[in-house]
C-alpha cells in the first residue's frame, strides 16, 4: 500500500509548471499555423474495393477512419474513391444501407460525414445506416473543425433560414458554430453547406455578424490554411484524370506497385526519376488487395486505348516498401506509408 502511494506524483499547475520553466503537455502545441497562399494541391486516389475485404460493419467503419486520419494528418486536400473492378456491387438494401452493397459509396459517405466539421453534420448528414458507427471514430480536429470560442477569418456555415420581414428575400442566417447569429447577404436554400470570410479579427460586441460567401479552396489559396478534403468517386482507373477538377489536369501522377522503382528516388535530385518541385497538382494513386493492374484489367477505355501495362499510366511508377518483409501491404497501411514517404517531396514544394 506504502509503496503504490509513494509513486504517486503531483501534476503541476500551469502557472507553476511556467514559474519552473518546464514544457506545460496539457494542451496541444501542434496547431497548424498558415503561413501564405498555396495554389498547390495534393490528391490521393484509392480503390472502394477495400471495403469489401473487411467483414463487418465495424470493421468498414474503422478501415475508413483509418484513411480519414491519414488524409487530414497529411494535409490531403482531394481523396478519389475509384471502382477497380474488384468488388461485386448491387442495389442499396434497405433505408440506403451500403456497407455490404456498395463498397465505393460506403467508404466515400464515410470519409465525407468525417470530413465536415461536427457542427454541420446533423443538418448535412440525416440518420443514415451507413453512418451508425461514424460518430465513434477518431476525431480529425482539422483546422477547420473549430470550436465555439476559436476565431479564424474563414468558417463553413449551413443555411438555416432565410432572413425575417423584409430581409426574408435578401439575407440567410447560417449555423457557424458561432454563439452570434451570422448572416449572408444572399438567399440560399436551407441546408446549403458554404465556406464564409468573417473579420480578421473577433468583434466585441456579440452582435449579429455579416459574412462573405467564398469558394472552398479560398482558405488554402488566399491564406494557406488546410481546409479538409474534397471528396468525389470515379468510375475506373481512366476517370480518375479524366474527371479532374483541375484546369490542366494533375502535373504529377504517381501509380505504387511493388514492380516500381524505390520511392526514394523521386526525392533524390540525382535520379532521372526526381520530382521537381514545381508541380501545382500531385496524385498518389494506390491499388486493392490485386494491385493497379486489375484496375487496368478493368477499365475499358484504357484497355481500349491499347494501355498494357499500368505504369504506362502514370509519369512516375514505384515500390513504397522494397524488399517488404510481408508477402502483402494492406491498402490502409499504403495510405500512411505513400503519404509518409512522399511529405518530403510536399514540404520541398511548400517552401517555393
Not at 452570434?180 to 465556406?195: A, D, F, I, M, S
Not at 490554411?225 to 479524366?242: C, H, M, N, P, V
Request: charge should be negative.
Amino acid at each position: 500500500m506504502s509503496g503504490h502511494k509513494s509513486k504517486k506524483r503531483k501534476v503541476a499547475s500551469e502557472s507553476e509548471s511556467a514559474s519552473n520553466g518546464a514544457v506545460d503537455t496539457s494542451k496541444p502545441s501542434a496547431v497548424f499555423k498558415p503561413t501564405k497562399g498555396r495554389q498547390h494541391t495534393l490528391s490521393l486516389a484509392l480503390p472502394g474495393s477495400i471495403i469489401a475485404n473487411a467483414a463487418t460493419h465495424d470493421q468498414k467503419s474503422a478501415l475508413a477512419g483509418q484513411i480519414a486520419r491519414a488524409c487530414a494528418v497529411f494535409c490531403v486536400d482531394e481523396v478519389v474513391i475509384f471502382d477497380d473492378g474488384q468488388a461485386v456491387t448491387r442495389a442499396p438494401e434497405r433505408e440506403g444501407y451500403t456497407a455490404f452493397a456498395d463498397p465505393n459509396f460506403f467508404l466515400y459517405h464515410v470519409l465525407s460525414y468525417l470530413e465536415t466539421p461536427p457542427h454541420l453534420r446533423k443538418a448535412l448528414f440525416p440518420m443514415h445506416p451507413d453512418l451508425k458507427t461514424a460518430g465513434a471514430l477518431p476525431s480529425l480536429d482539422m483546422p477547420h473543425h473549430l470550436r465555439s470560442d476559436e476565431w479564424c477569418p474563414y468558417r463553413e456555415g449551413v443555411a438555416v433560414r432565410q432572413g425575417r420581414g423584409s430581409e426574408a428575400s435578401s439575407r440567410t442566417l447560417l449555423d457557424c458554430g458561432l454563439p452570434q447569429n451570422v448572416y449572408l447577404p444572399t438567399p440560399l436554400e436551407e441546408k446549403t453547406r458554404v465556406t464564409v470570410k468573417l473579420p480578421n479579427e473577433r468583434p466585441t460586441s456579440g452582435h449579429d455578424l455579416a459574412c462573405e460567401a467564398v469558394s472552398p479552396d479560398a482558405p488554402r489559396e488566399e491564406a494557406g490554411y488546410y481546409w479538409g478534403y474534397g471528396i468525389r468517386q470515379a468510375s475506373s482507373l481512366s476517370a480518375i484524370f479524366t474527371d479532374c477538377p483541375y484546369d490542366g489536369g494533375y502535373d504529377i501522377s504517381v501509380g505504387t506497385s511493388e514492380r516500381g522503382v524505390p520511392v526514394q528516388t523521386i526525392l533524390d535530385a540525382a535520379s532521372e526519376a526526381y520530382v521537381e518541385p514545381t508541380w501545382d497538382h500531385l496524385l498518389i494513386v494506390l491499388g486493392g488487395v490485386a494491385g493497379l493492374e486489375a484496375a487496368l484489367a478493368a477499365d475499358s477505355d484504357l484497355k481500349g486505348a491499347g494501355v498494357s501495362d499500368p505504369k504506362e499510366v502514370f509519369d512516375r511508377w514505384v515500390n513504397l516498401v522494397p524488399s517488404q518483409g510481408s508477402r502483402t501491404i494492406r491498402t490502409e497501411e499504403a495510405v500512411w506509408i505513400s503519404l509518409t514517404a512522399m511529405r518530403p517531396l510536399v514540404e520541398v514544394r511548400n517552401a517555393v
